[in-house]
Structure formats: structure tokens, C-alpha cells
């Protein structure tokens, strides 16, 4: 990077760090502390919600997700409005009347305490494990820009974010997101617009848009019902909309946003324009990755886009590296050639030669696709690079060697800035959890106290994702390992929350039996690939339930024939 984005970079984290520190300042207890003395208007819990949801595998892993694999990813969030009115109608008002720390504070009213404690350490673990992730997204941006190995990063990324969520609590938290997510949302779109700035001469949106639909990166929509396709419409509806009930209904790092607002009309108003919002943006933001992926249909791209990795693989392997670099460039400079070829015809209306182009680039692009997956499978194989996953770097690869000096240095700052919205919201979440569903559970302590012992659990879950993070690079890509840990977790925990809503004479020992035999089932379902993962939300959700329904009516049987 040069100098100037470097001061951008350094700048805009800087002023953060200290605007989360002022905003968070006169902490008096667990209330201020947790939940920011449940005064924040519903612009702010709106805000809020989004930034804790986009993180920097939003912004990162997302559009890389789309250059590989196209539009089907926003299907995952088309149940997300029907979960926002359920949440609104059933969760926010019992969570108001009961004036709730955690989300499972309330399971003890309704159940008992050991039921409570169960639901908090499923989502601790989900929780801790995914927050882990989410550190090690921007750690990829500074081991990529400076050279630094990736667990040095893990440390340096997390423990900067830790310094005003450590001392701000929930209201430092809350503010800085409502700032974070304006640049975000800003700075992305101004990458959308020169994305397509960049394209060549010649080359409008249209052009690139029917490229991308010709190569089947424009399919938001997938109809065919397939159990083992994790992206397609009917998994998008079902598991998508038990993925939203429970991530944001019983996941206190989303509750712990709402619960903070004024008054529930506040709350109601925040998640309801979530739930209209969300899937707009991340369409816009999966199109980014489309278009870079016509980006690189004309422009010269990488066959490697862990150029770490590939210079590590270039020097283990010089001979066999420069044989693959010659076929590619020549596969590039033919596909490039069909591109503009392709535009031509179109705007020719000349049919056939169009479709004889649009043929040729398939062949070519197919070509290209198996080179570059022989070479990922070759460099994950010989371990040339701890992250076994190109996708990752794709958006930063774009970022770092297309865009002007100054843009580049904001947009780093823009995905760092999107990571510490999330993580210092999960932290905060994480801490009122532990703390309050666990450690205070049936302790009373000063305020100053409660203050401090919020703080030392801050500072335990930090250091604990941040260790976390050093196994992250193994998952993957990024934004599925994140949805993929909450399903493992998610139905079980929204089970247990719709049973005390809906099923009332349900018993306690009934629901922690059925919660225990539902999470086996659901780990043992996730390791035998029988479904993919979107699917486990429902699996876990049902089960429990219906575990809850037939040994209630067994009891209530029983009980009849022993009258």
C-alpha cells in the first residue's frame, strides 16, 4: 500500500478507537454496562443489527463466495422477514415485560436454572467459536498487506478492537457501530461503482451483467429442491427462516441489541427494517463479487489469489509453477479475446457468431476453472498456506491492485471496521451471558462490582476467541464456516424457546432431556452429510419439539390410565 492509505487506514482506526472510548464513558454497573441503560432509539438498534450480522466475512469472504459460485448465497436470508414479524409478535414483548439481562434469563422464569444455564453454554460455544472466525477475517488483510504471519495478526486484530469494548461496554459498542456500518455501507458502494469504472472501454453494466448471467454467476434464484444443496429457494424459506428465529431471537449478541432499545415499539421498529433491508444488501454486496469476476473476464487476474501461498508454491515448485503460469496466461488472453467478442455481437445482433462466442468462453472459462482447482488442491495438499481457501482473497486481491490510492487504505479500514462491529458486539454479548446466566446466577453484588466482573469476562472471551482464530484458517470459507457453526447449535436453542413459548404445560426435565437428544441428533446428522447445513436449524427446531409433544401426550396417557 502506499503512504497515503496507509494514514487513511491508520487514521480511521485511530478516530474509532477513540470515539468508542468517549461514547463509552460513565459506567456505573451490569445495566450501563451490558446493556447501555436500555436507552438507545430504534436507528441505533437498527444499526446495530446490521453491523453485528456484517461482519468482515460479509465484506470479505461474500463477494469471493460470488465470483465462484454466483448469486444463490442471498437465498439464505429470504426467510428473514417472516422471522423479524414472529420475533416482534412473541419474543420482544415477553423479553420487555420480564426486563431481561439475557435471553436466557428467561428459560429460568419459565423452566428451572439448569435449563437456563444449558441454553447459555450452547450459545457460549457457538458464540465463542464463530466470534473466533470473525477475528480471523481481517487478520487475512494485515498478514496479507505486511507479510506478518497470520497468528501474530489473530493477536493484533483482536486485542485492538478489545480496548474500547473492554472499557465502553454496550454503549461504546452501540455507537461505534452506528458509525461503522454508515462508512461500510458507503465505501462499498463506492467499490460497486468502480468496479465498473474499470471495466474497458466500451464495457457498460449491461455488458457485464449479461456476461455474468451467461456464466451462471446471476442465479439468485434456484428452484430445485436438492437436501444436499446448501443455496436454493426451499432451503432459503425453511432453514433460512428457523436460522433467522434463532439467531435473532434466542442468539443474545442479536437480543442484547434490541433489549437495549427504549421501549419495545423502538425494538419492533429496528428488527422490522432489518428484515426489509438485509436481503437488498447483501444482494448488492454478492453482485460486487459477480462483477469482479467480469472484471477479471477482461483484466489479467491471478491463478493464485493467496499470492502468499503462490509465492511460497512458485519457489517449492518452480519448474511445475512457470508450466501452469504460461497455460493460464494464454487460457486469460483467449477468454478476454471471447469477452470482447461477445459484447460485440450483442450489440451487432449478430446470433450466431454471438453463440459461437458465448460457446468458446464457456470451453475457456471451464478451462481456467480446472487449472486453478488443481492448483488449490496442490497447495493445500503440500500445506503451502495455513487458509486452504482462495476465496477468501479474492475481493482483497481486487482491492489491493485496482483501486485508487486512498480508496484502498479506506476499504481496508472498511472491512477491519466491519469486524470489530460484530466482535465487540459478541464479546459484549458473550460477557452478559457468562456473567449473568452463569457466574452472578443466584449472587447479588454492588454495581461497581458488577462492573468489574463484566470486564474480566470481556477480557476472557477475547482472549478465547482470539485462540479461537489461530484454527480458523482450516474452515474454509469464511461466511458458510460461520453459518455452518450456528446451525450446529441454533435449532436446538430455538427448540428449547419455542417450547416455553408455545407448548405451556411442558415440564422442565422433559425440555433439558429433549434438548440434550436433539443436540446428539443434530451433531450426528452434520457429520453424516446427510442434508446441508441450512437444514439442521429445522432438524434441531422440529425434534425438540416434537420430542417435548410425545412425551408430554405420554405422560398425560399414562397419568389417565393410572387414574
Not at 422433559?510 to 440434550?516: E, N, Y
Amino acid at each position: 500500500m502506499s503512504v497515503t492509505d496507509w494514514i487513511v487506514l491508520l487514521c480511521t482506526l485511530t478516530a474509532m478507537i477513540g470515539y468508542g472510548i468517549y461514547k463509552g464513558s460513565g459506567q456505573n454497573g451490569a445495566d450501563s454496562y451490558l446493556l447501555a441503560n436500555r436507552q438507545m432509539p430504534w436507528y441505533v438498534v437498527l444499526l446495530g443489527i446490521m453491523a453485528t450480522q456484517a461482519s468482515a466475512i460479509t465484506f470479505l469472504s461474500t463477494p469471493g463466495l460470488a465470483y465462484t459460485d454466483g448469486m444463490r448465497f442471498v437465498q439464505n436470508y429470504f426467510g428473514l422477514p417472516l422471522a423479524m414479524i414472529v420475533i416482534c409478535v412473541t419474543f420482544i414483548p415477553v423479553f420487555s415485560k420480564l426486563n431481561v439481562y439475557t435471553a436466557y434469563e428467561f428459560l429460568e422464569n419459565r423452566f428451572d436454572r439448569k435449563t437456563r444455564m444449558f441454553t447459555s453454554l450452547l450459545f457460549l460455544l457457538s458464540r465463542g467459536l464463530s466470534t473466533g472466525v470473525s477475528i480471523y477475517a481481517p487478520a487475512i488483510i494485515l498478514s496479507s498487506m505486511l507479510n506478518w504471519n497470520i497468528y501474530v495478526t489473530n493477536v493484533i486484530m483482536g486485542g485492538l478492537l478489545m480496548i474500547y469494548t473492554w472499557s465502553g461496554g454496550a454503549k461504546a459498542i452501540a455507537h461505534t457501530q452506528k458509525l461503522q456500518f454508515l462508512i461500510i455501507i458507503g465505501a462499498m458502494g463506492f467499490a460497486g461503482y468502480l468496479v465498473v469504472h474499470r471495466l474497458p472501454s466500451g464495457i457498460g453494466m449491461s455488458d457485464a451483467l449479461y456476461i455474468a448471467g451467461k456464466s451462471g454467476k446471476l442465479n439468485a434464484i434456484t428452484t430445485k429442491f436438492d437436501w444436499n444443496d446448501r443455496y436454493n429457494i426451499w432451503s432459503g424459506l425453511i432453514g433460512g427462516f428457523f436460522l433467522a428465529l434463532s439467531y435473532f431471537g434466542t442468539d443474545h449478541s442479536q437480543v442484547g441489541r434490541y433489549i437495549s432499545a427504549k421501549d419495545i415499539s423502538q425494538s419492533r421498529t429496528g428488527l422490522l427494517l432489518n428484515g426489509i433491508v438485509k436481503i437488498p444488501m447483501q444482494f448488492m454486496i454478492l453482485l460486487i463479487g459477480v462483477l469482479v469476476f467480469v472484471f477479471y473476464s477482461f483484466q489479467p487476474a491471478p491463478l493464485y489469489f493467496n499470492t502468499s501461498a503462490y509465492e511460497v508454491y512458485k519457489t517449492k515448485e518452480p519448474e511445475k509453477a512457470a508450466s501452469e503460469k504460461a497455460a493460464y496466461l494464454l487460457l486469460h488472453e483467449k477468454q478476454s479475446r471471447e469477452a470482447h467478442a461477445i459484447s460485440l455481437y450483442r450489440k451487432n445482433n449478430s446470433s450466431d457468431e454471438l453463440n459461437n462466442s458465448l460457446s468458446s468462453f464457456h470451453n475457456t472459462q471451464e478451462e481456467i476453472k480446472t487449472l486453478r482447482d488443481s492448483v488449490a488442491r496442490y497447495i493445500s495438499a503440500k500445506s503451502y498456506s495455513p487458509d486452504k481457501n482462495d476465496t477468501n482473497y479474492i475481493f482483497l486481491y481486487f482491492i489491493k491492485n485496482s483501486l485508487p490510492i486512498g480508496i484502498v487504505g479506506l476499504l481496508f479500514a472498511v472491512i477491519i471496521l466491519a469486524s470489530w462491529g460484530s466482535i465487540s458486539a459478541a464479546l459484549n454479548s458473550l460477557a452478559a451471558s457468562s456473567l449473568m446466566d452463569i457466574h452472578l446466577l443466584s449472587k447479588k453484588v454492588s454495581g461497581e462490582r458488577e462492573l468489574q466482573l463484566g470486564r474480566i469476562h470481556t477480557l476472557a472471551w477475547g482472549i478465547f476467541c482470539i485462540g479461537t482464530a489461530m484454527f480458523a484458517a482450516k474452515l474454509g470459507s469464511l461466511i458458510e464456516a460461520v453459518n455452518i457453526l450456528g446451525s450446529l447449535f441454533y435449532g436446538t436453542i430455538l427448540g428449547i424457546f419455542l417450547v416455553a413459548f408455545y407448548m405451556k404445560r411442558v415440564t422442565a426435565k422433559t425440555v433439558f432431556t429433549a434438548a440434550i437428544v436433539t443436540e446428539l441428533t443434530v451433531i450426528l446428522v452434520y457429520f453424516s452429510n446427510i442434508v446441508s447445513f441450512l437444514w439442521l436449524n429445522v432438524i434441531g427446531a422440529l425434534l425438540l419439539m416434537l420430542l417435548c409433544f410425545i412425551a408430554h401426550a405420554g405422560y398425560y396417557i399414562g397419568g389417565r390410565r393410572n387414574s
